[in-house]
């Protein structure tokens, strides 16, 4: 299946982009980890009747890359055999509540891209004492350049671009 | 250490968020019903401790696998339903549930007394009785019983289909062989467009959906069993034209039985999928007929959501130029197989599938295309609106010479 | 409350508690001050293991035989409290075999029925240990849970006349001459000060026992030795599963209610720390690697949550230099050691004889009043746990009336269950519950409500039930605008568990519940 604009997501913020990208005249797939919750019937079959493909309760399989360095395609767990295509990637699967990133004891790691990451060395600074003050692993997230797009070996990867809370802060 | 969780059913991965119990059709009308999170996480740890935990409410899931949908974190909720109702549960009504289980058994005895089954079946009186002892709903109608099974029709045809070149399998299922033969005579003819002869496994049971909803997993295991080796042997794909049986063969084996159907699930397609994926790689072309025409509405089976390939269906059918195509918004009709048939879940059944008929009768179609035979029955039941599996409306839609002529390579 | 009493008893974790019920059992008037809640300190951050003694064996006969005949009796006498689940003994294969038929020889010695069996049947009996073993030994360890033993004994405590102080901290000691004559409380939170005196002061006080001592002017060298331990999502095992070696580091997995506990530990600590103990990711990664040494599917298994105790080590009074330490239970008469009248000193021992340990006070305090009361402690059941419990009709129950069963035994009987609606869902905690809990078992605050009935202690450690239980117990109290306080409060409470594991799917739940709460009480 091929689509200007693929975005790996999963909360109505996801949608919302992949809305304004079909307004845009583009064809977009949301692939959502869930079943897309806070997303009405309504705007659900908005998005559907304006050309754009849901893939709820799906989610990345394996990522083949071009020579170039570049995304090529997708694949999903739900449609094994076909392969996803778009001009266009947008890695918008959050931090850690929705799996857009995952921690072990001493490492923060981004599972489907394999993207340079920011987090906090010292495990023992992942989180503050005090429950109701910001936590140091909010902040934790993917390296972009200044155009938005995911860094992999420190190189910008061209048709890969992070949105949402993925994006490390300063 | 810790990377990955594993944990029966991914148990351990519930943030206990609640969006399952949120798109629960059941939790919504039936407060007796605790809720996937409460039946199946929730109540799994207990149980874990002691299995008097067990609560009989768990008979009232429909086994839709909405919450497996919505929930963000991988959690097989309803497997972990299923498992304890097979583990723990008792039969509320154990001749009905085997009667209602056995697909097959009951179709095979069916079938050559259909001329007097059907009417029979469709009496006032047989239909007080088996609501009064038996506690099948007076309101349900049994699917008409065939005079002459699907199977019977194609070993008639097997050595043609032998003829051609390429060769792949079809699991028909019990509604084909016994209720439907029209829709695998009409699969067999798509096949043959496209180049394809038809072959059936070795053996064939069925895939035990009913079993497992009601609570006879070791027959279940044991057809399962059989049509696993069986498609193990199969030297092609094995294509379906029913989104449950695919989705039982591929998930549930494994997920609510514990057996290992890895060798064998990638090979257990809706044909909707295999078609679609044959076509976008260049192997398959469609040629369809000028004056085909058709107002349609599709309808997404939950199992089919599950699967997520409705996409396949529903791209498949736009690529048919005369058919004005309306996808419903995904509710479940509310059937769940046998569940709907039961004396006490009618109402129920009856109330989950409102919001989808309400959207038939707005989209106010010709006829409802769904992937899923008990879908048709409360679609058709409800809404009076003919309901066809899109290999019927593909292999009216198709030009036969002409396909044939394009895939003749 | 009186002002007079012929015990006070200071500490409310099981060897207070216990001693209060004792006390009150055979006829004095007793008073329990605790300065926080029942439980809080050692007595509720253990393994909640019900040992056979087995594990003492080999060192330390005397504990060894102390163990399991308490075993013994509180499987009778608290059957609501313990699970009879049975305990292994592992060798693995870089262990020494050898110690296994010393192991078993010492445990028949001290008169624990150890019996050695064949790897292969003891992975038949419990599927999840490592399958490289090379020995098993079954002995008849327990799990305890430690809240309901202690509330129990309280509950019962106070069914005998006793009065039960918690929030209360002791200031000072009233003295007359040589005799403590009673002692002067602040109530913690409010700061006033009141004065109750008694022919008695049990100092039942743990580690902090030794800051109690020397406000009544006497000495007790004590080693705060701390223990970490980490929970998790589930039951990994059925059994207690021990390594059969020498007594180490994380060689104790205990199946807790329907969680499993790995531990501990073990640490000197300075005494500034034992009010605020931390536990750090190095301890985490000591306990997971041995833990998955005996279970190895902890290693993948979601733990949800970290905590550390505090043992009472006391110095042996024969050692000079205070290195050595003494074994088993410590009963200092101040009178004869320190020349101070009046006041009486129950440290050591352990969870599994805090009974005996009781006992062996309220002889002491008898014996000084000049009573002959003979103890009955180890012969009646406590609240929840009489052999009526067993004929309730849990078949037509709902899951919360069940799990509530599991919590209080018999006393399900004094709970309302005409709703079914659970305020906890992962520990099916129902109101009627948390209002017999606040009505009888004296909660002030969420975490005392934990102690009491799980509430929170689940896998979303309250994330999705604070709000409610913090509007029912506030609602239970009396003081409904307490709820958002109660909620703060308890949120910050379970933070400190969840931040040593805050990894893995443990770090998904910790922004949910900062997602869900950050902004919620501005």
Known sequence: MKFDVIIIGGDPKDAAAGLQYIKEGKSVCLIAKGGLIGVSPAERIEFASKGGTLLCSDEVSAVEWAQDGTVASLRTANLVGTPLEAELYVLASGRFVSGGLKADMDRVWEPLFGADVQFEQDPEKWCDDDFFKPQPFEKFGVKTDSDGRVLKGGKPVANLIAYGSIIAKQ | ??????????????????????????????????????????????????????????????????????????????????????????????????????????????????????PVLGLGVTKSVMDGVLGISEHRTFPKYSSKKFVTWFKRHAAEQEQFP??????????????????????????????????????????????????????????????????????????????????????????????DNSKQRNKILLTTKWLFDKIEAGEIKLAFKEDFKMKAAYHTACHMSKMGWQQYSIRLLKMIPGLELTVLGQHCCGISGTFGFKKENYEFSKEIGQTLFD????AAPETVITDCETCKWQIEQFTKVPTFNPINILAQAIDFEKTQTLNAN | ????????????????????????????????????????????????????????????????????????????????????????????????????????????????????????????????????????????????????????????????????????????????????????????????????????????????????????????????????????????????????????????????????????????????????????????????????????????????????????????????????????????????????????????????????????????????????????????????????????????????????????????????????????ECEHVTRGEIAYAVRELGVKTLDDLRRRTRVGMGTCQSSFCVLRAAKVLAEELGTPEAAEQLAKDFLRERWKGIKPVCWGDQIREAEHMRNLYKEAFK
Not at chain 2, 101 to 111: I, R
Not at chain 3, 215 to 242: D, E, Q, T, Y
């Open chain 2, 359 to 362: 959207d038939i009768k707005a």
């Open chain 2, 166 to 259: 390429r060769q792949i399998h079809y699991f028909h299922g019990c509604y084909v062989n016994y209720n439907y033969p029209q829709l695998g005579k009409d699969f067999v003819r798509l096949m043959n467009a496209c180049g394809y002869g038809v072959k059936l496994l070795e053996k064939e049971k069925c895939c035990g959906v009913a079993l497992i909803a009601n609570g006879f997993g070791d027959q279940a295991t044991k057809q399962a069993k059989i049509n696993l080796e069986s498609i193990g042997k199969a030297d092609t794909e094995v294509l379906t034209t029913s989104s449950t049986c695919s989705f039982t063969m591929r998930d549930e084996y494994e997920g609510v039985l514990g057996l």
């Open chain 3, 1 to 424: 409350m009186k002002t007079e009493y012929d015990v006070i008893i200071i500490g409310g974790g099981a060897t207070g508690a216990g001693t209060a019920r004792d006390c009150a059992m055979r006829g004095l008037k007793t008073l329990l001050v605790e300065r926080a809640d029942i439980a809080d300190g050692a007595s509720g951050r253990n393994h909640g293991l019900l040992h056979s003694g087995a594990r003492y064996a080999v060192n330390d006969r005397e504990s060894a035989a102390e163990c399991i005949g308490e075993n013994l009796i509180l499987r009778r006498i608290a059957a609501s409290c313990v699970e009879p689940t049975e305990g292994l003994f592992i060798t693995l294969p870089e262990d020494d075999l050898a110690y296994q038929a010393k192991f078993v020889e010492c445990c028949k010695a001290a008169g624990i029925k150890a019996e050695a069996i064949d790897p292969k049947l003891a992975l038949r009996l419990e599927p999840e240990i490592n399958p490289e073993i090379i020995g098993a030994v079954k002995v008849p360890d327990a799990s305890v849970d430690p809240f309901r033993l202690v509330a129990a004994n309280v509950l019962d405590a106070r069914l005998h006349g006793a009065d039960i102080l918690t929030g209360w901290e002791v200031v000072e000691f009233i003295k007359e001459m040589v005799t403590i004559t009673g002692v002067r409380i602040r109530n913690v939170k409010t700061g006033e000060t009141k004065a109750v005196r008694a022919h008695y002061t049990v100092n039942a006080a743990g580690i902090w026992g030794a800051h109690i001592a020397e406000l009544a002017g006497a000495h007790i060298g004590m080693l705060p030795s701390k223990g970490a331990l980490l929970v998790f999502g589930h039951r990994a095992a059925k059994m207690v599963i021990n390594r059969c070696r020498k007594p180490a580091n994380a060689d104790i997995l205990v199946p807790g209610d329907v969680v499993s506990v790995i531990g501990t530990t073990s640490d000197k600590v300075p005494f500034e720390e034992c009010d605020d103990m931390k536990v750090t990711r190095r301890e985490v990664e000591i306990l997971l690697t041995e833990g998955s040494k005996l279970v190895p599917s902890l290693a993948s298994t979601r733990i949800i949550r970290a905590y550390a105790g505090v043992r009472p080590l006391v110095a042996d009074d024969s050692d000079p230099s205070g290195r050595n330490v003494s074994r088993g239970i410590v009963l200092l008469d101040h009178s004869t050691r320190d020349g101070i009248r009046g006041f009486i000193s129950i440290t050591g021992g352990k969870l599994t004889t805090y009974r005996l340990m009781a006992e062996m006070t309220t002889d002491l305090i008898c014996r000084k009043l000049g009573l002959e009361r003979p103890c009955e402690t180890a012969i009646k059941p406590l609240p929840g746990s009489e052999k009526e419990a067993e004929r309730l009709p849990k078949k037509t129950w709902s899951v919360g009336q069940k799990a509530a069963f599991g919590r209080h035994g018999g006393l399900v009987g004094e709970m309302d269950f005409k709703s079914s609606e659970e305020i906890c």
């Open chain 2, 1 to 118: 250490m810790q990377e990955t969780n594993i944990s029966p059913a991914n148990l351990e991965m519930c943030l206990k968020c609640n969006i399952c119990t949120d798109v629960c059709p059941m939790y919504a009308v039936n407060p007796a019903y605790p809720g996937p999170k409460q039946a199946g996480p929730d109540g799994e740890r207990y149980r874990l401790k002691d299995p008097e935990f067990f609560d009989a409410a768990l008979k009232y899931c429909l086994n839709c696998k909405r919450c497996e949908v919505a929930c963000p974190s991988g959690v097989k909720v309803a497997d972990i339903i299923a498992v304890n109702r097979l583990k723990y549960g008792k039969p509320s009504h154990p001749l009905r549930d085997r009667m209602l289980a056995s697909t097959d058994f009951v179709g095979s005895m069916a079938s050559p007394f259909a001329p007097v089954a059907n």
